[in-house]
């Protein structure tokens, strides 16, 4: 059930990402370049426009589409922010998200283990109780017999008493 859960919640985020990345190019079509020569800012608060810091243009496009056609030089994209290039933000972004999946996962794990283990005993240790019970009475029995052979020697010498 968790394996289910966790691949549909992964599925549906990829989709949006995916969905997200297609509408910021569909949005495409805005006249980002009246914005050039203009301050970053002015620039990124247009929806679906992307700032270059080294020419100072503003052009329409997405951060990953603008990266992929490296038509800004040093890859200095500025994209919803100017506080951070998108080549940082392209590589940031998905290792913070992986790190942060690891994480949650690992957690998880950490959750069910916890959980089996209040619920009870496992099998395994059931199995290891029982043969552990079984050696302790066949024991016991071997013990009883030597004890009723040593006892009939002891009736057959006549030392009973010792």
């Given at each position: 059930m968790l394996r289910s859960s966790s691949f549909s919640a992964i599925s549906l985020l990829t989709t949006l990402c995916i969905l997200q990345l297609w509408l910021d190019d569909v949005k495409a079509d805005i006249n980002c370049t009246k914005y050039s020569g203009k301050s970053c800012k002015d620039c990124v608060e247009v929806s679906g426009c992307s700032y270059c810091e080294p020419t100072k243009e503003c052009e329409a496009g997405s951060l990953v589409t603008k990266t992929l056609q490296k038509s800004c030089e040093g890859q200095e994209w500025m994209t919803k922010q100017c506080l951070v290039s998108g080549r940082v933000?392209?590589?940031?972004?998905?290792?913070?998200g992986f790190v942060v999946l690891v994480t949650l996962a690992c957690?998880?794990?950490?959750c069910c283990c916890r959980k089996k283990k209040e619920r009870g005993p496992s099998k395994e240790d059931a199995k290891w109780r029982k043969k552990r019970q079984d050696m302790t009475s066949k024991h016991k029995e071997k013990e009883s017999e030597r004890q009723e052979k040593r006892d009939e020697i002891r009736k057959k010498y006549g030392l009973q008493d010792v």
């Amino acid at each position: 059930m968790l394996r289910s859960s966790s691949f549909s919640a992964i599925s549906l985020l990829t989709t949006l990402c995916i969905l997200q990345l297609w509408l910021d190019d569909v949005k495409a079509d805005i006249n980002c370049t009246k914005y050039s020569g203009k301050s970053c800012k002015d620039c990124v608060e247009v929806s679906g426009c992307s700032y270059c810091e080294p020419t100072k243009e503003c052009e329409a496009g997405s951060l990953v589409t603008k990266t992929l056609q490296k038509s800004c030089e040093g890859q200095e994209w500025m994209t919803k922010q100017c506080l951070v290039s998108g080549r940082v933000l392209l590589i940031a972004l998905p290792v913070t998200g992986f790190v942060v999946l690891v994480t949650l996962a690992c957690c998880i794990y950490c959750c069910c283990c916890r959980k089996k283990k209040e619920r009870g005993p496992s099998k395994e240790d059931a199995k290891w109780r029982k043969k552990r019970q079984d050696m302790t009475s066949k024991h016991k029995e071997k013990e009883s017999e030597r004890q009723e052979k040593r006892d009939e020697i002891r009736k057959k010498y006549g030392l009973q008493d010792v």
